[in-house]
């Protein structure tokens, strides 16, 4: 299995477009890792978490041939997550892709409200795209994956919405998506204890800023891990991975490997490729 890190950043990017904090004027210098854009993840060239804005770039940096991913997983609407009206490309004239061609797409009630909306209603989309309407804690099958959807301690301006993070049992490796969270509500740490995890990709927005709370920092994420291992939920060899990171938590690439190597954390980048 391949897990391909696209973007790793917030929602404005880093450097944010418009900004000028010192943070971001040493990531235009520096640039490297440096350099983050919006966040979502590809497994196995099929299954991609999220649809951000910077999808477009992500596929010429990367080499990436969209027309492959066969599932894609919305955690919440927010902009930097969910781009939908790039979806509006995925048919003729604008693109001319091999018969049979099917983009599965899983989220909540709000997730596959606006898509209908925007698409489904106005086109004859309904033979390339299927909408999978999923509820927080009922599992469902996904190609060769098993998901279960969580509860994620985030909101958006849509009353209502569940803002989910995924589980993914995949070629026997269990993989927690913790991505836009803050600390898991009580419901959500009981239903993880039915897992024993071999990845975490979780939230560190915050860095070195002290809040818990929709988004995590640095002390959130070693408290996460923490738990984790208090509940006996990681198994003997486990990777724990933070990303989703914001130039206001005030920390560049080598700083955080600096902090997080101490608790054999990695920290992802743009392009990070991790195999198992």
Partial sequence: MEILF????????WPGIFCECEYC?????????NIRTRSSILIDKKYKVDFPPDTYLHVLKYGINLAEV????ITHSHRDHFSPTELIFRSKPFAHMKEGRVLNIYGSKTICEIISDLILKKTNYNTLIK???VKVFNEFKAGE?????ILADHK?????????NFIFNYKNKFILFGCDTGWYPEETWQYLKNFKFDIIIMDCTNGKLPYEKGHLGIEGVFKVKKKLMEENLLKENFKFIVTHF???????????????????IEVAYDGKIVKI
Avoid: W
Wanted: charged share 35%; glycine share 8%.
């Fill in 145 to 149: 994956m098993v998901v279960f959807p």
């Fill in 131 to 133: 909408l999978h309407q």
């Fill in 246 to 264: 914001s130039h206001n938590g005030g920390l560049l690439y080598s700083e955080l490997q600096e902090i997080f190597r101490k608790e054999k």
């Fill in 6 to 13: 696209l973007g790793t950043c917030a929602a404005e990017g």
């Fill in 156 to 164: 958006t301006e849509i009353e209502d919405e569940e803002c989910f």
């Fill in 25 to 33: 004027k040493k990531a235009r210098k520096l640039k490297g890792k």
């Fill in 70 to 73: 066969e599932h894609l997983f």
